[in-house]
């Protein structure tokens, strides 16, 4: 079920692309907005700064005036506002089974559009010695075969594999990037954290031994959650850095999204507004706010 989901939002990327970019110069120059006119937008909490950069740009606001007009509910709650057309975009990760059939039973179809790359990364205590994971041993800790640090090269000590709820961002990547189609096993209520912050701030908040195990988005982790307790870890040697993950180097790669529902007219607001974000100049944009860009420099 999840491969064909992904064979889906594959096609519906290709035809965006495609057919969406050539105007992209022509677009940007005429697109601006008033707070009057301005989309609805929802989404994520990684990707507010971006929404926040994003109308100041297209309101030619100040910053701090723009945000005002910014208001994400998180990933699930920017689906269903999408979905029941209370909200005209949203910047997301990639829909979840249960938003992807509550799409459908509202006879609504999705439209899927990467706009900015990002990494699924893993994250351990500072302390532990680990300094990187194979993807097949994440897969065998989180289904429960690898349960001591010591069966991956590090201290004798038990792992505490923290997840985060069904429908969250990165539980949602976590299945689809990492798991596929094995099932992880059922986390205690005290490792399923409801936040990304907080997962990180568990791993780091250890006592005796830095026994945590967790994982997030580079971007969050980089740079709107920093703590200095917690390190990233190599997956197959290869250590997540805006290099790497921009060359496809680094195996968990993955994109943040703008959702749109595929009814939009072809000169809708947006479209429009995609437009400017797959264009040089949205993608610099992008790039100031921290993110890595989805396209390569020209």
Known sequence: MRKTRFITIALILSVFIISGCADVKEEVEKLSFTPETYPVV?????????????????????????????LHNKTHEGYVNLIEKNADIIFVTSP??????????????????????????????????????SLEEIRRIYSGKIDN??????????IIAYQRPVNSGSQTGFLDLVMKDL??????????????????????????????????YYYYTSEMWGNERVKLLEVDGVEPNPQTITS???????????????????????????????SEEGQAMVEEAGYVRVKEKP
């Open 248 to 278: 496809g180097e680094y195996p968990l790669k993955t994109a943040y999204y703008a959702v749109i529902r595929n009814d939009e007219p072809a000169d809708s607001p947006v479209r429009k507004m995609i437009s400017y974000l797959l």
């Open 183 to 216: 099932t992880p096993m059922e986390a205690p209520i005290e490792q399923t954290i409801a936040g990304m912050g907080e997962l990180i701030d568990s791993v780091a908040a250890y006592t005796d031994s830095p026994d945590g195990l967790g994982y997030s």
């Open 96 to 133: 979840s089974e249960e938003e992807l059939e509550m799409a459908k039973n509202h006879d609504v179809e999705l439209e899927v559009v990467p706009i900015v790359s990002e990494a699924f990364v893993f994250l351990i205590g500072k302390d532990n010695p680990v300094s990187g994971l």
């Open 42 to 70: 929802d989404g994520s909490t990684v990707t507010i700064p971006l929404s926040e950069m994003l109308a100041s740009r297209l309101m030619a606001l100040p910053l701090e005036e723009a945000r005002q007009y910014i």
């Open 149 to 158: 640090w010591k069966q991956v090269g590090g201290p004798d000590m038990a």
